[in-house]
């Protein structure tokens, strides 16, 4: 069966760095992708990865390796607006995206 | 990438009743998908919005319970119908085809509770 793994929740410190692991097994691989979702809001698209290595766009950055059917978020100068839930989602040979349960991330002062 | 909108954004029904959810899309897409995401969990696949054919389905889902129209590129309704308390969620519209990576982009959601 198809198949992604990342923590539930998570809580890091405002002005940190925290990374958001997320694992998978699916029939076949046509990218990865990170979304975030504000609690009572729809998710957002956050970046892509369909080659291994790290993608960096501002404050965040997202880490592939195929090979590990791995990948992580890595967010960091932490703010009180990036609490929220970061899903995790794969597209598999058919092209269809297959997604992760999300891990809630809390921000303490 | 495009904007969606969806109509309403929340809605309490009685049991035994059926709405229509309308997403409505600023420019063409390819891809047009129906979603359902229960409080503090993760994205559910209903169905497949096809233009000018019928829905392609998730397993779980079904045309009765769940019919899908798409007339054109920008427009989809989804209705749940002989709708029961199991029905409250949140259903979420998206659409791919105008971003760079293929992303799916996604409606603010429509929250419906079944009473």
């Known amino acids: 069966g198809q198949n992604i793994d990342q923590p539930t929740e998570m809580t890091a410190t405002e002005g940190a760095i925290v990374q958001i692991n997320c694992t998978y097994q699916?029939?076949?691989?046509?990218?990865l992708f990170w979304y975030q979702q504000h609690a009572g809001e729809a998710p957002t698209f956050l970046s892509y990865n369909v080659l291994d290595g790290l993608e960096e766009k501002g404050r965040f950055s997202s880490f592939l390796s195929r090979s590990k059917g791995y990948s992580y978020l890595l967010l960091k100068e932490l703010q009180m607006k990036d609490s929220a839930s970061y899903l995790c989602a794969v597209m598999d040979s058919n092209y269809q995206l297959i997604w992760g349960a999300g891990t809630k991330l809390i921000i303490k002062p | 990438s495009a904007v969606i909108s969806q109509k309403p954004s929340r809605d309490i029904c009685q049991r035994g009743t059926s709405l229509t959810i309308q997403c409505q899309v600023d420019?063409?897409?390819?891809?047009m998908f129906w979603y359902r995401q229960q409080p503090g969990q993760s994205l559910t696949l209903i169905a497949t919005a096809n233009q000018g054919s019928e829905a392609t389905y998730e397993s779980g889902f079904v045309i009765d319970k769940f019919p899908i129209s798409r007339p054109n590129l920008t427009f989809s309704t989804l209705t749940v119908s002989n709708m029961s308390p199991e029905d409250s969620s949140i259903y979420l519209c998206s659409g791919t085809g105008t971003g760079d990576y293929n992303e799916q982009f996604f409606g603010p959601g429509t929250r419906l509770t079944v009473l």
């Open positions: 699916t029939s076949g691989f046509n990218g």
């Open positions: 420019s063409q897409v390819t891809m």
